[in-house]
């Protein structure tokens, strides 16, 4: 699909349905899982290379910010279907000419779809294509802010969770599996945000370092606050991964505090148990010559030995801790 916007009185207009040729006033082109022969379109009309979805798999992380005839290819990587149980991570390629923004994508996230309903109520946010781009970075950036803030704040009622004490939290049994589970989740949404975090720094330094498009000092501003605020996403990134895998660690821990505690179980069930059952073996000996076969209460002593010998095993335990 190639959506073309173009400033308006109210903000940001679509085009609809889209032209065959791509107006002088479009500052906007967004390719959204397009067609080769949209792809093929939009590299006649705006004689540039659109990388195709092959190719923005394929290009490796240090060669994906580069300069061509004045023109600047940057590709980012964003995190999307955050939703769901199985976040993506996904390349999204921006083209930024001089008076014009392409934006090729094969997923639609989040951020560009709040920029869009944005744009098209706020005239300013529109009005040039840098001043698009920077609109485009701010909201994947406050979406990633999101995504990390929504893992702290998991991971801390985990914590209270599992380490809430066994009075507060009898079901300690407590799924621990689907805790690690959850761990594992966000374990795994956390370093896709920091990966989209990474390159979004590299292309943010990349912007302002270069000199190919003429970009306002009050747009330079907006980039460079942009560059501080990944910084500090990117550190608090790697807090919330710290977190979690203190979390997994302490999880395993308590596992192995509960197998144990199994073990402990059988171990002194068993200790319980064998002399009584030494005893019963004994008695249940098929010797023609016993002498306690003759006793008129031999069945009850016998029985009064069998208890004592579990009795006192267990109060043995019982007095030393260990149950």
């Not at 840098?130 to 485009?136: E, F, R, V």
């Not at 990134?237 to 505090?257: D, E």
């Not at 199994?262 to 064998?274: D, E, G, M, W």
Request: glycine content about 4%; hydrophobic content about 45%; overall charge negative.
């Amino acid at each position: 699909m190639l959506n073309c916007f173009v400033p308006g009185n109210q903000g940001l207009d679509r085009l609809d349905p889209p032209p065959a040729e791509i107006p002088e006033a479009c500052v906007w082109v967004d390719l959204l899982e397009p067609t080769s022969s949209e792809e093929r379109a939009v590299e006649r009309l705006l004689a540039i290379d659109v990388p195709s979805r092959e190719e923005m798999r394929e290009i490796e992380t240090s060669n994906r910010l580069y300069e061509e005839n004045g023109t600047l290819y940057m590709t980012a990587t964003v995190v999307t279907k955050i939703d769901t149980d199985r976040p993506e991570s996904a390349a999204v390629t921006f083209i930024l000419l001089h008076n014009r923004l392409i934006t090729n994508r094969y997923v639609d996230p989040l951020p560009f779809r709040r920029f869009i309903a944005y744009a098209e109520r706020h005239p300013a946010a529109a009005t040039t294509a840098p001043g698009i781009l920077a609109g485009l970075l701010e909201s994947i950036i406050e979406r990633t802010a999101d995504v990390l803030e929504r893992v702290g704040v998991g991971l801390d009622d985990l914590s209270a969770s599992v380490f809430a004490p066994e009075s507060k939290a009898p079901t300690q049994a407590r799924n621990l599996r689907g805790v690690m589970e959850r761990i594992g989740r966000d374990g795994d949404l956390t370093s896709k945000a920091r990966e989209s975090l990474v390159t979004l720094a590299r292309q943010l330094t990349f912007i302002q370092q270069s000199t190919a498009v003429q970009i306002p000092n009050e747009l330079r501003a907006r980039y460079r606050s942009m560059s501080r605020d990944v910084l500090a996403l990117a550190d608090h990134a790697s807090f919330v991964a710290n977190k979690s895998s203190f979390m997994l660690q302490a999880t395993l821990g308590l596992i192995n505090i509960e197998q144990n505690n199994i073990i402990k179980i059988f171990s002194v069930a068993a200790a319980v148990f064998l002399p009584p059952t030494l005893i019963a073996s004994i008695y249940g000996m098929n010797f023609h010559v016993m002498p306690e076969l003759d006793w008129p209460f031999g069945y009850p002593i016998a029985l009064g030995i069998i208890l004592v010998s579990a009795v006192m095993p267990y109060l043995y335990f019982r007095r030393r801790g260990w149950l």
